[in-house]
């Protein structure tokens, strides 16, 4: 018994990397599984359904239940008939993992519309869409008194939280996706949907030349950068023991599980009048200095 056993579970961008990595993990815990991925190439060209196909097999192999999706998550029908695929399958659908992803590296004064326009599109709109149709879905059920105990699991980023320099467009998509997690466990609690997300540090297809093997330990031969070290936290925030936790971020890296802080309201000034702009530059300053150090943005020093 895994402790995710009978759970259905839908896992976007699953082909490869840390969507695979989930898939697999899942279908070893217990779960059926939808594994989802459209298959482009690194320049979203030439969509195919050989990456999950070949991850549904090694599920089935070793004696798992999976079905493959190879729809555009970001596409609007598309991301509907993916939640409809896992209520046509399996009769229903527990969790949502929203994980695919693209990136357009660019210095801000670089960056092509075309460029910001796709990553936003995948990223953004890619987790929007299925958790829009997966909500529904949920409200649906709740409305007609079924008790529902399901899972958005969405995925942020370092360069969400912090920012990261020449990942502009990625960065604020990511970022996006932390807040939209947090509107999602606001609204969707009441129908018994829970809504977490990761900002995990791992070597996928789209971060294989920045992170190399010099991350694995040779003392322990334990890989900090294999994708498959993220999955333990996205299965568990996907089983039932996890019904009270909503509306975090989680950051992972190798055996680093971490909690990110988020936003807080701050040191501030009250005038019972309006502001002058000339009084505000000392203003400003002094709540400045009452800030602990902001963490700085990935890439500077």
């Not at 008790?147 to 939280?161: C, E, Q």
């Not at 297809?205 to 031969?221: A, C, H, I, N, S």
Request: hydrophobic share 40%; proline share 4%.
């Amino acid at each position: 018994m895994g402790v995710v056993d009978g759970r259905i579970v839908i896992v976007t961008g699953a082909g490869r990397g840390l969507g695979r990595a989930h898939a697999l993990e899942f279908a070893r815990q217990g779960a059926r599984v939808v594994v989802n991925d459209y298959g482009v190439a690194l320049d979203g060209t030439e969509p195919s359904s050989e990456a999950a196909n070949s991850v549904v097999e090694e599920i089935r192999t070793a004696g798992g239940e999976a079905v493959a999706n190879a729809d555009d998550v970001s596409d609007w029908g598309g991301a509907e008939r993916l939640v409809q695929a896992a209520i046509d399958t399996f009769g229903g659908l527990d969790v949502l993992v929203n994980n695919a992803g693209i990136v357009r590296d660019r210095m801000v004064v670089s960056t092509g519309e075309s460029e910001w326009d796709d990553v936003v599109r995948v990223h953004l709109k890619g987790h929007f869409a299925p958790a829009r149709h997966a909500g529904n879905y949920w409200r649906e059920r709740s409305k007609q008194g079924d008790t529902v105990d399901a899972r958005i699991i969405n995925t942020s980023s370092g360069a969400g939280l912090l920012g990261s320099i020449g990942q502009g467009a990625y960065s604020a998509a990511k970022a996006g996706i932390a807040a939209l997690t947090l509107v999602e466990a606001a609204e969707l609690g009441r129908y018994g949907v829970t809504a977490n997300a990761i900002a995990p540090s791992a070597r996928t297809r789209l971060t294989e030349d920045t992170f190399v093997d010099m991350m694995k330990k040779p003392e322990t031969g334990f890989d900090a950068m294999d994708p498959a070290n993220v999955s333990p936290l996205v299965v568990w925030l996907a089983s039932t023991e996890s019904h009270d936790v909503t509306g975090q971020v989680f950051e992972l890296e190798g055996g680093i599980v971490s909690l990110a802080d988020g936003w807080h309201h701050g040191p501030r000034r009250v005038k019972e009048s309006r502001w002058d702009p000339a009084e505000l530059g000392p203003i400003v300053r002094e709540l400045i200095a009452e800030l602990r150090p902001p963490e700085p943005v990935y890439g500077t020093s």
